[in-house]
C-alpha cells in the first residue's frame, strides 16, 4: 500500500491505504512514503504543536520478544527509523546459542540497528550473581550492542542499589568497553549518568494517562536518553499514544496492541502505520 504525509495543523498526518490523494484541507504535502504490507489501520497523526520534537530525534526501540521470523524481516527493513531492538531469546539469552538469532541479529547490526540483551533484575531483587551471569552469557552466545536492565528499582531503592547497578553496568563494559546501556526505571535520577539510555514506561496505556508524567529532573531536550512501551493501545488510540510519548519527552518509543503476560510478543496489526508516522518525523 501507499501512505501519504501531510502536514496539516500544526501536526504530521500520516495515511494508509485509503489516504486521500490530496492533503487534507489546505495542509502543505511533507512527504510520500511507501507504508509497506499490513492492515490499514487508518490515519496516524503525530502532534507536533508546541515543543516540536527535534527533527530526527524520535525513532523506534522495539521490544521484539518473539522467534526471528517476517516480523523480524519486518523490523529490519524499517531501519533507520527502526534504530533500536531488545531480544530476548529464552527470558534472558538462554543456555545455548540460537542460529536463528544470531542471523536476524547481524542482520539488524549491519542496517545499523542498536540491539540490546533483555535481562531482568525484577526491581533490584534478583542475585547480582545471577544478572552477571545472563550478561555474560549474552557475549558469550551473542555479542549484542549491548545490554538491557529490566525491570529496575522504585524510587525507595535507588540510592540503596546504586553501587550493584554501578558494578552491573561495570560487568557489561568488561565485555564491550563501548557497549550500549539502557536500564528500565522511572525513579532514580543519577543512574543517567552511567547508563545511555531510561526506558522510563513499560506498562498499559490506560495507566500511561493517568499515572505517568515526566520527571523534574529529566534533562531538557535529551530525548535521546529516555523511551516509553506503551502496550493494550488499540488502533483508534495510536495517534494520541504517539503524540503523548512524544509531549513526554520520549524519542525512542513504541506503541502496541498486545496485551499480558506478553505484551511484546508480536508486532500490532498498525505496526506499518506506526512505522510510518515516526518516519515522517525523521
Known sequence: MRAGAWLFGGAVVVCGASCMSSPPGNGSVATVLDGGGGGDAGPVVV???????????????????????????????????????????????????????????????????????????NYGQRAEA????????????????????????????????????????????????????????????????????????????AEYQTSYSPPSWMPANSPERFCHFIDAVPATDVSAALSRAIGNGAGWVFVTSGTDPNPWGALPSYFDQELAALRALQ
Open 47 to 121: 502532534s507536533v504543536d508546541g515543543g516540536a520534537p527535534f527533527r530526527g530525534s524520535v525513532r523506534m526501540a522495539v521490544p521484539a520478544y518473539f522467534a526471528p521470523g517476517p516480523d523480524w524481516q519486518r523490523l529490519i527493513a524499517g531501519a533507520p527509523t527502526v534504530g533500536m531492538i531488545v531480544f530476548n531469546p529464552d527470558s534472558g539469552p538462554g543456555l545455548t546459542a540460537d542460529s536463528g538469532y544470531a542471523a536476524v541479529l547481524a542482520a539488524a547490526e549491519a542496517a545499523h540497528i542498536i540491539v540490546l540483551g533483555y535481562v531482568a533484575t
Open 130 to 205: 545471577d544478572v552477571t551471569a545472563d550478561i555474560n552469557r549474552y557475549y558469550d552466545l551473542y555479542k549484542p550492542s549491548g545490554i538491557y536492565l529490566a525491570e529496575g528499582p522504585v524510587d525507595a531503592d535507588c540510592a540503596a542499589m546504586e553501587a550493584m547497578y554501578h558494578r552491573l553496568a561495570d560487568a557489561v563494559h568488561a565485555r564491550d568497553a563501548r557497549a550500549y546501556l539502557a536500564i528500565g526505571t522511572r525513579y532514580c535520577p543519577t543512574y543517567i549518568t552511567f547508563f545511555d539510555l531510561m526506558v522510563q514506561f513499560a506498562r498499559g496505556w
